[in-house]
């Protein structure tokens, strides 16, 4: 632990690309302009390994700022901060107040009433972006296992989403969502086609009192915008952390319901969210033609899955700017195919990692990144195509962020973004002893491993436990719903 701050040396381009300024006499500061406190001012410090406060929110109460402080290895994913693709940073600190990062750098001093957290031997970075889920489908985790997605269809979501009601569909979400944050999910993406408006409420309710960052994306039963402005206005607008977005799934059968859906998006000013081409079946459906002639191609479109697309497909997708959800865990369990990854770096287009709901069955987002790589090498027997560890953890981050068109608030510690970030641990088993810590990060890493879970500034997780939640409650509500359900049938 240091005493004090380290000499600074001189400016370099780098301190001057961060453009909030720097003090000539600071340590070396990424980012901020430094209080005229220093580190001889009050402040609270803990270590992350003993946090023992029994109220996370009372202990980090809005506006107090938090450091973390000498992490052996913060990845930026900002090259202007630090090495590299991802912005690495050794043995530096991040401050974060008023729920945005502040700095990033050595030896930073901690403002008045700062909460300081040792984070020594430990690793800093931006949380995971999910840009396709479907958190209600934990009702039916490893379920359906022989079938493919139109057999899950059948044999799963169908007769479970009719018998949902808003106790189970709140028990689900929180269990699924919880399930995501504890695994470093700061921001997720959740395409829902539930209807009654109790349902909803139910749904979104558990969204917001997890504290996650989310998009809800509704696909409205019929044309008109009613029902979906209603959900909007009343239900997600006034959560801090909620977005929204229209769900579609596109198809020529459905041309007309497409039209209205992409309709209330322009009306409502949010993107247009649709599965495309998640099995080979679906050519007939010509959803990109579909997409193309109602007039939806652009930045404001998301589509899902996108395995079986022509190389015309991806060039028309990147023409337009459209951006894509990668899901290789789901497409794997329901061999739906290989996603042409390679193809869409190629040409541009700007694509996430999802980890579709419950065809995921957990939401390991190490396992997501895993699979992303391995998948496009066991297709091209060759360990040089893309994706690579950097590029992976980019599309786990920032690249979800630009996805969303969010990446001017999250997906990166720049200075000024939105404070969503995890702390991982390496001193375990699965992820000792140092190598590579960012390949290990990738090829080693499990949700055990992350520490600690910031969104907006506010702890979700510390010290390896979430933070004001009882998870064996949220277990037997979970199973509690769905003995209910199974009666019911």
């Known amino acids: 632990m240091r005493s ?27 980012g901020t302009t430094p209080r005229t406190t220093s580190h001889t001012t009050p402040h609270t410090t803990s270590r992350t390994a003993r946090h023992s406060d029994p ?10 700022p938090v450091l973390l402080r000498g992490a052996a290895l913060v990845l930026t ?20 107040r008023d729920g945005a990062i502040a700095a990033v750098g050595r030896g930073l001093p901690a403002p008045l009433g700062t909460r300081v957290l040792e984070a020594a031997g430990k690793l800093v ?11 209600w489908q934990a009702s039916v985790r490893g379920g359906c296992t022989d079938r493919d997605l139109f057999g899950w ?75 979906v402005a209603r959900v909007k206005e009343e239900l997600v607008d006034p959560v801090p952390l909620g977005s929204f977005q229209v769900a579609t799934h596109a198809a020529r059968a459905h041309q007309d319901l497409n039209r209205s859906h992409w309709q209330a998006a322009q009306d409502l000013d949010v993107m247009l969210n649709s599965h495309v081409l998640e099995r080979p079946e679906q050519r007939a459906d010509d959803p990109l033609g579909v997409l193309a002639d109602i007039g939806a191609l652009g930045p404001r479109l998301l589509v899902n899955h996108a395995v079986h697309l022509t190389d015309d497909e991806i060039a ?3 023409a337009h700017d459209v951006r894509a959800a990668h899901c290789p865990l789901s497409n794997m369990r329901l061999a739906s195919g290989i996603m042409r990854l390679s193809a869409f770096r190629r040409r541009g287009v700007k694509t996430g990692l999802g980890l579709d709901g419950g065809t995921n069955d957990t939401s390991d987002f190490h396992a997501l990144m895993k ?44 200075p000024g973004k939105r404070a969503d970030l995890i702390v991982v641990d390496p001193a375990a088993l699965n992820f000792a002893p140092r190598f590579d810590w960012i390949g290990q990060l990738v090829y080693n890493g499990r949700p055990e491993n992350v520490d600690a879970v910031f969104v907006d500034g506010r702890p979700l997780k510390l010290d390896g436990r979430l933070v004001d939640v009882d998870p064996d409650r949220v277990v037997r509500e979970a199973e509690a719903a769905a003995t209910r359900l199974r009666r019911a049938v």
């Not at 590029?391 to 510690?413: F, K, N, P």
Request: proline residues 7%; charged residues 15%; aromatic residues 6%.
């Open 4 to 30: 004090g701050p380290t000499a600074r040396p001189a400016p370099s381009r780098r301190d001057l690309l961060t453009g909030l300024g720097l003090a000539a006499a600071a340590p070396l500061v990424l």
């Open 125 to 135: 970075m931006p949380g995971f972006v999910d840009t396709h889920t479907h958190l």
């Open 55 to 64: 109220d996370g929110r009372s202990a980090f109460p809005a506006g107090r």
């Open 77 to 96: 994913m900002d090259p202007a901060l630090g090495a590299g693709d991802v912005g690495a940073v050794e043995h530096a600190d991040v401050l974060m």
């Open 153 to 227: 269809f059948a044999g799963c979501t169908a007769p479970q989403r009719g018998r949902l009601t808003p106790q189970a569909v709140y028990s689900f979400v929180r269990l699924a969502a919880l399930d995501a944050v504890q695994s470093g999910v700061t921001t997720l993406v959740d395409w829902v086609d539930i209807f009654a408006h109790e349902l909803v409420a139910g749904y979104v309710r558990a969204l917001a009192d997890t504290r996650v960052r989310f998009t809800y994306a509704m696909f409205p039963p019929g044309p008109g915008t009613a029902a």
């Open 316 to 318: 028309a997708l990147a």
């Open 371 to 414: 699979a992303a790589i391995g998948l496009q090498r066991a297709r091209a027997t060759d360990a040089t195509v893309f994706p690579q560890v950097q590029d992976v953890l980019r599309m786990a981050t920032l690249g979800g962020a630009e996805v969303l068109g969010l990446d001017d608030r999250i997906g990166s510690l720049s």
